[in-house]
Each structure stands twice: as structure tokens, then as C-alpha cells.
């Protein structure tokens, strides 16, 4: 199995600052021969279904603002909230789909400080 | 837009089998190309992929549930369905159902999951 590590499980950060979450894969979820990550990321508002952000470890859903963005390969992803809002305190999760079983990371909480 | 809302007994004995049904409104389980899948979530933690079954009918499962998981699906209800045998309080949980779009790279098709339920709670107690 694809063992998916969120450093942080919660994360303080001021209004209007950046957010800074990592994920990092037991092993390379890139797939050569297409040159994906297969990699998402989701952010889980209480007593809510998650919610995806983020696919291809870097392309935004529609509709996600864009202050929300991914980055990394390989075994090592980001993401990023350039300027955090009230409405994103919430759990994020990454995600690879690289392989069965698929896997998610244990969430990293962000709340305002 | 497509919806999914599970549904099934919110609360199983030990030993029994928990069974719960998604249905898929707003487009057809049998058109193009998707993975319909069961995640759980217990109580203050992570989430747990459970397993899935593609619009083919094939199924993946989580090896550490594989012995005890049938997921099926009925076309002409637009549903599919969990089946988890042999419960113990450990499988309390949220019970959500999604659908991951295939990605259309041959050799590795698979695709994140753009569409879940609300969730169900599922309590295993005597």
C-alpha cells in the first residue's frame, strides 16, 4: 500500500496569510508513461462530505477559487492557500490514485490564529 | 448535476452484515466511464477507502476488508451497494459513496473522486 503522510496535523494561521500543507507519498505516485501525479486534494468542512480542490497534484477543480494551489512530484506535494479566509478553516486531505488500495493522508486542520 | 445519497439501517448488532445502497441521480450509473466507490470515515479521523466497482462491473477492494466487502451495482435502479459482513464496533463510522471519473490514460485510468454523498453514520452496537 501507498502510505500517504501529512506532516501537520493542524495548522494556525492569520487571516489573510498563506497556509502551507504537506504530503508525502511512500513511494513515486507519477506515472512515467503520461507524466501525471496521481495525486488530489480535498478539504473537509465539518459534518461535510470532502470536497475536491485539487487533481493531477497541481490543476484545480472547477470552481475552487484560486487563491487554492498544488504543486510537487513524485513523493512530495504542497498545498497552498495564498490568503486564507475564514471560510477554509477546515480538514485537508491529499489523496493518490495512483494504485489500489487507494490511500488518503491523515488531514491536516487549519484554523485561524 | 449528478447527486449520490446513501442510504441504509443506521445502526447494525456485531456479527451482522451492514448493508447500504447509494443512489446516483442526475446521469446514469451505466454511462461513461467511472469508478463508483465506498469510503468510511470513523468518528474524528481520517478516511478509509473500502473499495469500488467500475461501470464494467470489476471490483477493487481494500485487502484489509477484502474478506468481508461485496460492492454490486443494480443498472436499473441506478444503485450500488455495500455489503460488509461480520461488523464489529471497529467499523463505526461515516459511510460515504463517490464516483471517480476514469482519466482516459491507458494503462493507469483512474481519477480522483468529483462527486460524494452527504454520508451516513453507521453505529455497530448490541
Known amino acids: 500500500d501507498i502510505v500517504m503522510t501529512q506532516s501537520a496535523d493542524s495548522l494556525a494561521v492569520s487571516l489573510g496569510e498563506r497556509a502551507t500543507i504537506n504530503c508525502k507519498s511512500s513511494q513515486s505516485v507519477l506515472y512515467s508513461f503520461n507524466n501525471k501525479n496521481y495525486l488530489g486534494w480535498y478539504q473537509q468542512k465539518p459534518g461535510q462530505p470532502p470536497k475536491l480542490l485539487i487533481y493531477w497534484a497541481s490543476t484545480r477543480e472547477s470552481g475552487v477559487p484560486d487563491r487554492f494551489s498544488g504543486s510537487g512530484s513524485g513523493t512530495d506535494f504542497t498545498l497552498t492557500i495564498s490568503s486564507l479566509q475564514v471560510e477554509d478553516v477546515a480538514v485537508y486531505y491529499c489523496q493518490q490514485y495512483y494504485s489500489t488500495p487507494l490511500t488518503f493522508g491523515g488531514g491536516t486542520k487549519v484554523e485561524i490564529k | 448535476q449528478v447527486q449520490l445519497q446513501e442510504s441504509g439501517p443506521g445502526l447494525v448488532k456485531p456479527s451482522q452484515t451492514l448493508s447500504l445502497t447509494c443512489t446516483v441521480s442526475?446521469?446514469?450509473?451505466?454511462?461513461?466511464?467511472?469508478?463508483w466507490s465506498w469510503i468510511r470515515q470513523p468518528a474524528g479521523k481520517g478516511l478509509e477507502w473500502i473499495g469500488r466497482i467500475h461501470t464494467s462491473g470489476s471490483t477493487n477492494y481494500n485487502p484489509s476488508l477484502k474478506s468481508r466487502v461485496t460492492i454490486s451495482v443494480d443498472t436499473s435502479k441506478n444503485q450500488f451497494s455495500l455489503e460488509l459482513s461480520s461488523v464489529t464496533a471497529a467499523d463505526t463510522a461515516v459511510y460515504y459513496c463517490?464516483?471517480?471519473?476514469?482519466?482516459?490514460?491507458?494503462?493507469?485510468?483512474?481519477?480522483?473522486?468529483?462527486?460524494w454523498g452527504q454520508g451516513t453514520l453507521v453505529t455497530v452496537s448490541s
Open positions: 442526475g446521469g446514469s450509473i451505466r454511462s461513461g466511464s467511472y469508478y
Open positions: 463517490a464516483r471517480a471519473p476514469n482519466s482516459g490514460y491507458s494503462g493507469n485510468d483512474d481519477g480522483p473522486y468529483d462527486y
